[in-house]
């Protein structure tokens, strides 16, 4: 029997996770991504630590899966998006890694998209404050030492390719959803470097590769550290946005991809690039289709955060009790609360926004009978309205609705949910077999380049549909009145949260 390993780097959960040649779940192994928030805005990882979390996983799946490390055929890293991962001169570690929700370049990246005219026709990418070349330029202006430390500019999965193989390289598909690629040319181009006033990094952008690429095999060091066989071979890997479409059988417009994790995603493939106008970004898809993207950190993560926030007794209790996990009694109850049970809403922007920099999480509509089990219900509604609000987006900008929209990430792990969001966007959702499908995309991949098949036959070969949700529209129309309301606040609060970035500010500096 032959194997595929998956590394699945998120901003919530690391994972790794080993299939068999057919796409079944052989055994995985993960762990929170701890991210280190010592200051505002600022959510940085650990690079060692990081590694050293990973390689554990990866002995922890091969020891579970009782195999021979000799059969897996392939290793898949797969990592968020945008964030920035430094290696020095000397190809080792000198600072920690910066995460796909980090803040502190948000009002720099607003300079460069006040003059967006001048590098869409490069990159076909607005600018956000986590991308590669913002965050290199606020090191330039804040932290010149660092900046100048800088040998190699990474993504998140091209690190980890770099410590199983010890290969410096960046892949295509992270490369064009970080401004680095000219979408024209396939290439790095000084234009977009100048735009960006960061010439210097000019040789420290590694090698292209594409996510099938077999870049090299695992190193000696990796392999004492994983109990990976030595030379086992690791491919150039996939973007996580990628990853999910392909592991959940998106490879065309008829059906978009949803991503409910630490960031709110959502996809489809196509073979004409999304205009300026429409707000959406592009990148490379594996099979050099363009990928629209409309995408915010306002999606699963913020309930992680609120559990912390509102229900830590519970969650403590329960643990002492070995009772089942906080999410089994959620689930429980969201299957006993519909749309009418409140009339809170909450806007899920404690990572960011997608309406403005300046935006912040809150709750509108308490009163003296509002209870924790109300702001539950009202997290879980906010969270699909910030995805509804995308959909909304690519739907018009496409010019037509899907037919069917493959839902993946830590919300389709509860039923409830994946029909709340149903119910929502009035749209019929499915969701794929296996509960890994950025990882089963990986392994999709990997079969595809090692038997020389086309991404629909590996996809007819491991994707299977499990359920189908199909939208109540009596509950949609209650949605939609919240909805319309949902929209009504992030309208009228623009003001208020500019003078709450302005406190802010006093509030730092004090």
Known sequence: MRYFLSIDYGGTTTKAILFDDKGKEIAISSFPTLKIEDRPGFREIDLEALWHAI?????DVIITSDIDSSAIAAVIPIGHGKGLYLLDKQQTIFCHGILS?????????????????????????????????????????HDRASYEQIGWVLSAKDFIRFQLTGKVNQEYGDASGNHWIHFQTGTYDPAILSFFGIEEMAQALPELVDCADMVGGVSKE??????????TLVLGGLFDIDACAIGSGVLD?????????????????????ASQASGHMNSYFPNRDYLIEASSPTSAGNLDAILTMLMAEEIRTIKEQGRESIYDTLETFLENTDATYNDLIFLP?????????????????????TTKSHLLRAVYEGIAFAHKQHIDQLILAKGSAPKVIRM?????????????????LQLPIETVSGSELGGLGGALLAKAALDSLSLDEAVADMVR??????????????????????????TVMGPAWQSLAALSTLSQEG
């Open 55 to 59: 390689g554990a996983s990866i002995k």
């Open 101 to 141: 929700t980090d803040e502190r370049a948000n009002d720099l990246a607003k300079t460069f998209e006040a003059k967006l005219d001048e590098l869409w026709p490069m990159t076909q990418q607005h600018v956000v404050g986590v991308q590669a070349p913002v965050l290199l330029r606020w090191l330039k202006e």
């Open 222 to 231: 990796a392999a004492n550290l994983t109990g990976l066989t030595e030379g």
């Open 253 to 273: 417009d008829q059906t978009f991809s949803l991503i409910s994790g630490t960031w709110n995603i959502n996809t489809y493939p196509s073979k004409q690039a």
């Open 349 to 369: 922007f404690l990572y960011g926004s997608n309406v403005s920099s300046d935006a912040k999480a809150c709750f509108f509509g308490l009163s003296t009978r």
């Open 408 to 424: 993946t990430g830590g919300a389709t792990h509860s039923k409830a949910w994946v029909q709340l969001f149903a119910d929502v």
């Open 465 to 490: 549909v499990k359920e189908t949700y199909y939208p109540n529209q009596e509950q949609g129309k209650y949605y939609q009145q919240k909805y319309d309301l949902y929209q009504q606040l992030v």
